[in-house]
């Protein structure tokens, strides 16, 4: 069992910024896939990074390209979500996601709400 806790959320003015936190349990967090997901009211929820465990290659929606960058510290188990240039359609609940050998785990959501 993997318990994921995110932090970091909160409301800022279009064009600020936000780093979003999520800490994991485990003792083999290098090896985990880590994973950024969103969801708008009403609307399904949706990938929006995720950074590899070992080599640490990461992907990103094209909607956050450019915008948001994805990192991890395997010292203090955590992954990190910066938010540049946010805009108000990345109003949504983020959140964490670990899959471990095929299992996913997540976390409770953290709100992001920017004003416009």
């Known amino acids: 069992q993997v318990q994921l806790v995110e932090s970091g959320g909160g409301l800022v003015q279009a064009g600020g910024s936000l780093r979003l936190s999520c800490a994991a349990s485990g003792r083999t967090f290098s090896s985990y896939d880590m994973g950024w997901f969103r969801q708008a009211p009403g609307k399904a929820r949706r990938f929006v990074a995720t950074?590899?465990?070992?080599?640490?290659?990461?992907y990103y929606a094209d909607s956050v390209k450019g915008r948001f960058t994805i990192s991890r510290d395997n010292a203090k188990n955590t992954v990190y979500l910066q938010m540049n240039s946010l805009k108000p359609e990345d109003t949504a609940v983020y959140y964490c996601?670990?899959?471990?050998?095929?299992?996913?785990?997540w976390g409770q959501g953290t709100q992001v709400t920017v004003s416009s």
């Open positions: 996601n670990a899959d471990v050998t095929g299992h996913r785990y």
């Open positions: 950074i590899r465990g070992g080599g640490g290659s990461t």
